[in-house]
């Protein structure tokens, strides 16, 4: 059973960067691709981007094109996430996701 765990998020200022990460355990991290969500107060969980397993294709969101960049490292585990260009609509939990499974999630305030 693989497990995520998010960290990483925090409160920054409207241009501000922030660097998620997600830890995974259990099954061979390289065998699968994942992806990061997000969901803002009252409004539905979204795709934020995703990268294939072996990091070799990335795919984003429109919002996000040129301000967010996913990677990876198998030999960690891990997959970040980089922000850049904070606005305050990026405001939301950030949760990672694979094979069907969630994290728990972690916030990211962008203030104005």
């Known amino acids: 059973q693989v497990q995520l765990v998010e960290s990483g998020g925090g409160l920054v200022q409207a241009g501000g960067s922030l660097r998620l990460s997600c830890a995974a355990s259990g099954r061979t991290f390289s065998s699968y691709g994942l992806g990061w969500f997000r969901q803002a107060p009252g409004k539905e969980r979204e795709f934020v981007g995703g990268i294939s397993r072996n990091g070799d294709n990335m795919y984003y969101e429109d919002s996000v094109k040129g301000r967010f960049t996913i990677s990876r490292d198998n030999a960690k585990s891990t997959v970040d996430l980089q922000m850049n260009s904070l606005k305050p609509e990026d405001t939301a939990v950030y949760y990672c996701?694979?094979?069907?499974?969630w994290g728990q999630g972690t916030q990211v305030t962008v203030s104005s």
């Open positions: 996701n694979t094979l069907g499974l």
